[in-house]
C-alpha cells in the first residue's frame, strides 16, 4: 500500500503555527546524522539536496566498519567461518530488501549498483531480447536521463519505437494522452514513479500499471524518488520491474536493487556474466546460467553496501512507524506556502499528489548564481536540469533550483531557505 502520500496544499500556510503540529521527534533523529551537525563556512549546514543523494546514519556508517573490520570475506564461495558470516548477511539484506517492496520471495530482488544499473539491466537484457522493429516503448516527458537513454539505445539497435507521454503544466502526466497513446503495439511502459526534478508523484496504481497491463505491455517503475518517501508494495502496484538506489534511502552509494517478477527474471539472458552467476561452464557444451537473481549478479559484489543497505531500510521503516511522513509532508506544505509568498519566485510542479520536492526560479537570478548564494548561506539545493532535459524543455525553461526534503530536515531550515531567498532577491 502506499500509504502515505505528500499533498500539495490547498490551502496555502504562512507560518510556523500553522503546520499540523508532527509527533515526528526531529531532533532525536538528527543525532543519527553526525553530518548534519557539521558547519558550511561560518553557518550550519542545511542539507536540501536529499533527491540528489541522502545522507547516512550512524548505523550505516556502524554497519560497514563493523562489517569491514570483523567478518569481511567474499561470499557464496567459502567454506570457512567469515565467508558464511558474510554470506548469511548479504542475503538477509536481500531479504530486508524484500520486505520493504513486499515482494512475493528475495529471489525477485536482484541486487545491482543503482536505479541507473537496473534500468539498463532491463533494457539491455528484456529489451534486446523482446523489442522487434514495430514494438513502442512509451515513457514520460518527465523521466531522469537514466529513464530514458537506456531505452534509446535498445531502441536503436531493435528498430522499436520510443513514444513520450508529455505532461501538463502543473507537472502532473497528461493521463488522457497516456490512454491514447498505449496500443497493441506498446511493448514496455517505463515510469518514473516521481518526477526528480518536480516531484510530482504519478498515478501507478489507480491508472498507469492497469491501463498498461490491460493492453498486454509490461511496465517499470522507477522508484528512485518515492522509495525514501512512501510505502513501495511492488505486489499492490503489480509492477513488472521496479527499480531503486540504495543511496537515495539513507544507504550507501553504489548498491541498488532491482525487483523483477520471478518468471519474467527468468526467461531473461543474462547481463554481465562471470562467476556465480553460472550454472556450470564447459568448452565443449558450452555454459549454463543460475536463475535469478543470481542470474544478474556476476562477480563479487557490493558485499558491504548491500548489509549496510538493508541496515537503511530498516531505519527508514523505522522512521515512518515513528511519523517520519507526516513531518515531510508539513516540511513540503511549508516549503511551499513560504516560497510560494516570495515575489517573482515561480514554483514548477504543482500537482496534487508530490514528494518533499520544490523546484523554482527566482525571476531575474540565474539558478546556478542562486544556488552559489544559498550555498554561502550553508543551505544545500541542486541547480540545472536535474538529469530531466526533456521535461525542462517542455516547461520552457533551461533548469531550476531544487529543494528536496527528508524526514531530518527542521521547519526551520525551510525558513532558512525563504530568508536567503527573500534577501538574494532584493539583492538583484
Ligand atoms: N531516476 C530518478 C528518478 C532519479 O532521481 C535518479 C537519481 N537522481 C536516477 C534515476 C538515477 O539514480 P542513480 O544515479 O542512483 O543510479
Known sequence: ???????????????????????????????????????????????????????????????????YRGSHANIHRGVHCLSEEATVAFEKAREQVAAFLNASTPAECVLTRGTTEGINLVAGTWGAANLRPGDEILLTAL?????????????????????????????ALRLDEYRRLLSARTRMVAVAHASNALGTVNALRE????????????????????????????????????????????????????????????????????????????????????????????????IAGTIALGVALDYLRAQWTAGAQAHEEALLRHATARLGAIAGLRILGTAPEKVPVVSFLLEGVHPHDVGTMLDADGIAVRTGHHCAMPLMKALGVGGTIRASFAFYNTLEEVDRLASSLERIQRMF
Open 1 to 67: 500500500m502506499e500509504k502515505a502520500r505528500v499533498m500539495f496544499p490547498s490551502t496555502p500556510v504562512t507560518n510556523n503555527a500553522n503546520v499540523p503540529a508532527a509527533r515526528f521527534d526531529v531532533a532525536r533523529v538528527r543525532a543519527d546524522f553526525p553530518i548534519l551537525a557539521r558547519r558550511v563556512g561560518k553557518h550550519p549546514l542545511a542539507y536540501l539536496d536529499n533527491a540528489a543523494s541522502a545522507q547516512k546514519p550512524d548505523a550505516v556508517v556502524e554497519t560497514l566498519a563493523r562489517y
Open 143 to 171: 523521466e531522469h536521463h537514466a529513464n530514458i537513454v537506456p531505452w534509446q539505445q535498445v531502441a536503436a539497435r531493435t528498430g522499436a519505437r520510443i513514444r513520450v507521454v508529455p505532461v501538463a503544466p502543473d507537472g
Open 207 to 302: 491508472t498507469i500499471i492497469p491501463a498498461a497491463h490491460a493492453t498486454g505491455a509490461l511496465v517499470l517503475v522507477d522508484a528512485a524518488q518515492t522509495a525514501p518517501h512512501l510505502h513501495v508494495d511492488v505486489r499492490a502496484l503489480d509492477a513488472d520491474f521496479l527499480v531503486f538506489s540504495g543511496h537515495k534511502v539513507f544507504g550507501p552509494t553504489g548498491i541498488g536493487v532491482l525487483y523483477g517478477k520471478l518468471p519474467l527474471l527468468n526467461a531473461m539472458p543474462p547481463y554481465q556474466c562471470g562467476g556465480d552467476m553460472i550454472r556450470a561452464v564447459d568448452f565443449e557444451n558450452g555454459t549454463t546460467f543460475r536463475d535469478a537473481p543470481e542470474r544478474f549478479e556476476a562477480g563479487t559484489p557490493n
